[in-house]
T-cell receptor
């Protein structure tokens, strides 16, 4: 069964709307969660690393005020795309790990379409 | 991060073994070799990982060259459900991040 649950699986909304995506670790306490973005026919690009109870670490070129990440518990991280515009349309994927070099477990992704 | 090189695409017949190569000539002694795959419209899925010795699990086998500069993911009997993009990734010990390259798109021919 799924180890990481991501919700919603798809969302369509108007330009200027803020969208929140949830990522839940179901089977273990995730010390670290990651957020990726994937454009069509491209590979996954890491956006940020999220550690429970601390501020997220963003990759170069990712606007922290645009993509708000909250990791308030060991089983839940959220990504909020603020004031979304059509260029933010993408496939957003989260993953979690219990650390110690263990594999990452990925959610099924959220397809975001901004009109 | 050390880089990996994979063929862009490969084809294989259903029910036959598949050997997916990966070159990583700049691998360091503390880099683990990880393989993930991504089925269409889904998040990636962990397949297997290793350091020096060959590894087997229920999904696949990982053969690592003696000098560790290359590795091969082996699917023993491909099914249509194995059609996916396969990513070979080097992950340094103590670093939880994964850097995805372009991967190999595997097509299974019925």
């Amino acid at each position: 069964g799924a180890v990481v649950s991501q919700h919603p699986s798809w969302v369509i909304c108007k330009s200027g709307t803020s969208v929140k995506i949830e990522c839940r670790s179901l089977d273990f306490q995730a010390t670290t969660m990651f957020w990726y973005r994937q454009f069509p026919k491209q590979s996954l690009m890491l956006m940020a690393t999220s550690n429970e109870g601390s501020k997220a670490t963003y990759e170069q070129g990712v606007e922290k005020d645009k993509f708000l990440i909250n990791h308030a518990s060991l089983t839940l991280s959220t990504l909020t795309v603020t004031s979304a515009h059509p260029e933010d349309s993408s496939f957003y994927i989260c993953s979690s790990t219990s650390g110690g070099g263990q594999p990452q477990h990925f959610g099924d992704g959220t397809r975001l379409s901004i009109l | 991060d050390a880089k990996t090189t994979q063929p862009n695409s490969m084809e294989s017949n259903e029910e036959e073994p598949v050997h997916l190569p990966c070159n990583h000539s700049t691998i360091s002694g503390t880099d683990y070799i990880h393989w993930y795959r991504q089925l269409p419209s889904q998040g990636p899925e962990y397949v297997i990982h290793g350091l020096t010795s060959n590894v087997n699990n229920r999904m696949a086998s990982l053969a690592i060259a003696e000098d560790r500069k290359s590795s091969t993911l082996i699917l023993h009997r491909a099914t249509l459900r194995d059609a996916a993009v396969y990513y070979c990734i080097l992950r340094n010990f103590g670093n939880e991040k994964l850097t995805f390259g372009t991967g190999t798109r595997l097509t299974i021919i019925p």
